[in-house]
């Protein structure tokens, strides 16, 4: 049994994912497209995401796929968010 390290990427896409080029779809939450795998659930950031509106439709999350909500406190400890704009309020 060979690693795949010892494989040049040419090698690795021929033997681990033959279908490589046939360029699957990236979007993992919609069952929709042809994607390698789907995941049922999204975890948005509140932090990042606050002004954005109608993210699901703009993304194009499928409705059965259930979306999780983060509080954004990591993004406002580590300052990548403005904190005045993002107040309890907005949270």
């Known amino acids: 049994m060979s690693m795949f ?3 040049d990427d ?5 033997k681990y994912q033959p279908d ?3 360029k699957k779809s990236l979007r993992i939450y919609n069952r929709k497209y042809d994607a390698y795998f789907y995941n049922p659930y999204i975890l948005i950031s509140a932090g990042t995401q606050y002004q954005k509106t109608n993210f699901r439709e703009k993304l194009d999350i499928g409705d059965e ?3 999780f909500v983060d509080s954004g406190g990591y993004q406002l400890a580590m300052g990548t968010v403005n904190a005045e704009k993002y107040t309890d309020q907005v949270a």
């Open 20 to 22: 490589f080029k046939q």
């Open 10 to 14: 040419d090698g690795i896409a021929k």
């Open 5 to 7: 390290y010892s494989l």
């Open 65 to 67: 796929c259930k979306i």
